[in-house]
């Protein structure tokens, strides 16, 4: 049996979905599982983490996330454990840490995965914008994966025993980079990359102001709101929603782009929503090609309507 590693991503001490889904692949797999968590206090997680056959709870004054700080970490549990694979999320985060860990633990990193094989070493990402898969296979004695949040479906881990608690140390050494401010997002009630529901505006929004009509629906259905780069340079929206090819690529159930032309660099960033609905006022626009839905129409009268229709339906 195999011996695995989860980095456990807290965000605002909350408990990640991406998580839940790296432990429903990890408990398949059928190996040991051990999940790293940095945390002063273990206990208000381990509900989540019951399914796991050991917990490594990092201990330090001062846990906030620094980057070379928690590879050099990671690395030490990696070694301490003799983990063969450790699994994260392609987050932001994990997007940051894991080369650093993959530079320090000499290990094969395959990141922004759709399909993990354990026994393999193998997965399945996409490369060219999406345009690709490619199956790549660690060499080598260790094996990280970042995974994209939202493609593995989760399920509810059976409960074995209570897992083992262990503690490691949080590495002191004077980081080289250190991280001095983060600054929240001005809109994001739902964290895009995870979102199941993703209300985006394009160019044709007009006006920042005009947003609001995305934000109502989006409160209506619970869903995070994304833009356009056509809608960011115009300063309709902020840089963090932006959908696409130099902004985020996101995976939701529902994706519902409102006056977006479909531009093939908006269009990678978005392609593996599971539907796709349109709402656009010229019905040659490319996006309906890619639409398992369209609305042709003025988003600025569907929209509303479209609130208030889901607002009764969802009673
Ligand atoms: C290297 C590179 C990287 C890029 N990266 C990205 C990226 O990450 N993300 C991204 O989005 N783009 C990216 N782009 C830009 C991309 O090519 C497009 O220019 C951009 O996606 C267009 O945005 P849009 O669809 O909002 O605007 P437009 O293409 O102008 O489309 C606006 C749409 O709104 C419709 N419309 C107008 N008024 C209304 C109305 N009242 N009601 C309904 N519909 C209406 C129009 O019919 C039109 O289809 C990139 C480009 C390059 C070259």
């Not at 929206?237 to 929603?241: E, I, L, P, R, T």
């Not at 960033?269 to 599971?274: D, H």
């Not at 006022?281 to 996006?287: G, H, M, N």
């Given at each position: 049996m195999a011996n695995i590693g989860l980095y456990i991503e807290l965000k605002k001490g909350g408990f990640k979905k991406a998580n839940r889904e790296l432990l429903t692949l990890a408990a398949k797999s059928g190996h040991k599982v051990h999940a790293v968590v940095f945390c002063a206090d273990p206990q208000p997680y381990m509900d989540e983490l019951r399914g796991v056959q050991v917990v490594v709870q990092v201990q330090g004054a001062d846990l906030s996330y620094q980057p070379d700080r928690y590879a050099a970490t990671l690395a030490a549990v990696i070694e301490e454990f003799k983990l063969d694979a450790f699994l994260g999320a392609f987050s932001a985060q994990g997007k940051d840490l894991f080369p650093r860990l993959a530079a320090k633990a000499k290990a094969g990193l395959i990141s922004?995965?759709?399909?993990?094989?354990l026994e393999k070493r193998q997965a399945i990402k996409p490369v060219y914008s999406g345009k690709l898969l490619a199956e790549y296979r660690v060499e080598g004695q260790r094996a990280l994966f970042t995974v994209r949040p939202n493609v593995i479906p989760v399920e509810a881990v059976v409960a074995g025993s209570a897992p083992e608690l262990k503690s490691m140390a949080l590495d002191?050494?004077?980081?080289?980079?250190?991280?001095?401010e983060v600054i929240q997002s001005?809109?994001?009630?739902?964290d895009l990359t995870e979102a199941e529901i993703i209300v985006s505006g394009g160019?044709?929004?007009?006006?920042?102001?005009?947003f609001v009509i995305l934000e109502d629906l989006a409160k209506v259905l619970n869903a995070g709101v994304g833009a356009s780069r056509a809608a960011v340079d115009a300063g309709f929206?902020?840089?963090?929603?932006q959908v696409g090819q130099t902004g985020k690529v996101v995976n939701p159930k529902l994706y519902i782009a409102c006056g977006?032309?479909?531009?093939i660099q908006h269009f990678v960033?978005?392609?593996?929503?599971?539907v796709i609905v349109a709402i656009n006022?010229?019905?040659?626009?490319?996006?309906f090609k890619k639409a398992d839905y369209g609305i042709v129409g003025d988003l600025f009268t569907v929209v509303p309507l479209l609130k208030e229709e889901i607002k009764k339906a969802l009673g």
């Open positions: 922004d995965c759709l399909a993990v094989d002191m050494t004077e980081p080289r980079t250190r991280i001095v001005a809109s994001q009630r739902v160019r044709a929004m007009k006006a920042r102001e005009n929206a902020s840089s963090d929603m977006i032309s479909g531009a960033g978005m392609k593996t929503s599971k006022k010229d019905p040659e626009a490319p996006i």
